[in-house]
């Protein structure tokens, strides 16, 4: 028995391994991913900023509809920066809680394997018992 359980030991570890190496990727993933992004927007947004500070734009100054689309941009990509960070950590807490509760129910299944080998082998050796004192009743 002491084999099997070995096994089982050896599958479950296997599986913690899995989700930590799982989880830590995705956030890295993540976390490079939102900071790409901002380095990006900044580089985008680094001539335009110096431009409109200067009061121009490749000779113009920024007016209007052109300010007000360099605005929405602008936010539109700090939203969806900020945005994904949130939803990665939120992600990494329900990965987390999940290998938690993966964690319980095998731990509960190794206790109820160990239990069900018990009462089997209880069982095995009390069959056995009557076994032989109904061989010993017969012979009398």
């Not at 913690?16 to 976390?31: A, D, G, H, I, P």
């Not at 110096?50 to 052109?66: F, P, R």
Request: proline content about 1%; aromatic content about 6%; some cysteine.
């Amino acid at each position: 028995m002491a084999k099997e359980f070995e096994i089982l030991d050896s599958y479950v570890q296997s599986q913690k391994e899995f989700m930590e190496t799982l989880m830590n990727t995705q956030k890295e993933l993540w976390e490079r991913m939102a900071e790409s992004t901002r380095k990006m927007q900044e580089a985008m947004l680094s001539p335009m900023c110096s431009a409109q500070s200067q009061g121009h734009a490749g000779g113009q100054e920024m007016e209007g509809a052109q300010k007000e689309a360099f605005n929405v941009y602008n936010t539109m990509v700090e939203t969806m920066v900020n945005t994904s960070k949130a939803y990665t950590d939120e992600v990494i807490k329900m990965q987390e809680a999940w290998r938690h509760t993966i964690d319980k129910q095998m731990e509960i299944g190794r206790r109820m394997n160990t239990n069900l080998f018990e009462m089997g082998r209880h069982a095995a050796e009390e069959a056995g018992h009557k076994t032989e004192q109904g061989g010993e009743e017969a012979a009398a």
